[in-house]
């Protein structure tokens, strides 16, 4: 977890410096279907508009919410399925897709819309991003495995690693359902952004609790 952790840092910092240094980079970090309207040059009124009001409708959002579910799951069963190589391509997938976000924080924050943009980002983001880490974590528990056997062969590691791994993507799949709904109906129908906040982070303190606080304790005695 620390270790995908530190790499989807490391991936926002490389991408908001690399666009501070030269705004082509946003182009090449961030796709056509995620910036639209976001981009350098873009007026702060223009940049407020993408983040504040109902611009889509409901059949709008219903879309979004599925077109978002699909690209986080393919971004989360990535990182887990990379795993195989040895959990490098899955650090090298994390930074890769956090890059992206550098590069927006960099555009909104140099528009004076860094905390909106947190704001607006947060009503999702802490369980998306909340996902996406636990599966790059379960690429790189299986990667680790694998470089490091033990008296095991490398299958018989890469399985029983594979075997857990396989209970966390079952609970990052549902994590993904929940982020969907919450970018494409609440993000979009919540326009204050203590509000976003509150939302975002009563998700986080949700799922923190959920996989730290409560979890089953070892009975007296075991080993």
Do not use: K
């Not at 407020?48 to 986080?72: E, H, K, P, V």
């Not at 140099?110 to 905390?115: D, P």
């Not at 008296?151 to 857990?164: M, P, Q, W, Y």
């Amino acid at each position: 977890m620390l270790i995908a952790l530190a790499a989807m840092v490391a991936g926002t910092l490389v991408g908001w410096l690399l666009v501070s240094g030269d705004a082509q980079w946003f182009h090449a970090l961030v796709p056509g279907e995620f910036g639209g309207q976001r981009s350098p040059g873009a007026s702060a009124e223009t940049l407020r508009a993408t983040i504040f009001g109902d611009q889509q409708g409901t059949n709008g959002l219903s879309a979004f919410a599925a077109y978002l579910f699909g690209n986080n799951t393919r971004v989360a069963i990535l990182a887990f399925a990379l795993g195989f190589a040895f959990g490098v391509p899955s650090i090298l997938l994390l930074i890769h897709n956090m890059a992206l976000l550098g590069a927006m924080l960099w555009l909104f924050d140099g528009a004076g819309l860094g905390t909106d943009f947190t704001a607006w980002l947060c009503v999702h983001g802490t369980t998306e991003l909340f996902a996406i880490l636990l599966a790059g974590a379960a690429g790189i528990h299986i990667g680790r495995n694998m470089a490091f056997p033990g008296n095991r062969s490398i299958l018989d590691a890469a399985a029983a690693s594979g075997r857990r791994a396989a209970l966390v993507m079952a609970g990052v799949v549902v994590m993904l359902l929940v982020a969907a709904f919450l970018e494409g109906f609440v993000r979009q129908l919540v326009n204050v952004t203590p509000i976003r906040f509150a939302i975002g982070g009563t998700m986080l303190a949700f799922w923190i609790a959920y996989f730290y606080l409560l979890r089953r304790q070892p009975a007296m005695g075991a080993d």
